[in-house]
């Protein structure tokens, strides 16, 4: 029987930097976005995760939602040889970066979670948060 997993595949694209945010991301560039998801992909096939099932996957970030969701697919089409059937497969969005197209991308590419990062309802709190950034 093979050993059961957790993933956490790290986004680090923002629409907009919060000044309290303590993990690695980045606003200004997007241009990477591509060759980053790239790298991701060889990492995680490198990794040689054949030898392990695995049951959760998180994508995190940064916002993953603030980049294409043809990106998320492909992440999950590398790992899904090695998802188990019942796995819990999450990614953090926020409601200003997701559209329903892109729900419906998440769907289809297996994501049955979502993590709402949501910092406030009222925008003069919003706008608050966002002046040190």
């Given amino acids: 029987m093979k050993k059961e997993i957790g993933v956490y595949i790290h986004i680090p694209f923002c629409k907009s930097k919060c000044y309290y945010c303590d993990f690695i991301s ?3 560039k997007n241009d990477l976005i591509e060759e980053y998801i790239k790298a ?5 096939q490198n990794a ?3 030898k392990y099932s695995i049951n959760t996957v998180y994508i995190g970030g940064g916002t993953p939602s603030v980049i294409d969701s043809k990106y998320i697919f492909k992440i999950l089409e590398v790992l899904k040889p090695d998802i188990t059937v ?4 999450t990614i953090e969005i926020n409601p200003g970066t ?5 729900l419906k991308d ?3 590419a297996g994501i049955n979670r979502i993590s709402i990062g ?3 309802t009222k925008n003069e709190l919003l706008k608050e948060i966002r002046k040190n950034t």
């Fill in 86 to 89: 019942d796995a819990e497969i």
């Fill in 40 to 44: 991701v992909i060889q990492e995680i």
């Fill in 118 to 120: 949501l910092q406030s």
């Fill in 106 to 108: 998440y769907i289809n």
């Fill in 26 to 28: 980045f606003t200004d």
């Fill in 98 to 102: 997701v559209s329903e197209e892109k």
């Fill in 48 to 50: 040689n995760l054949g």
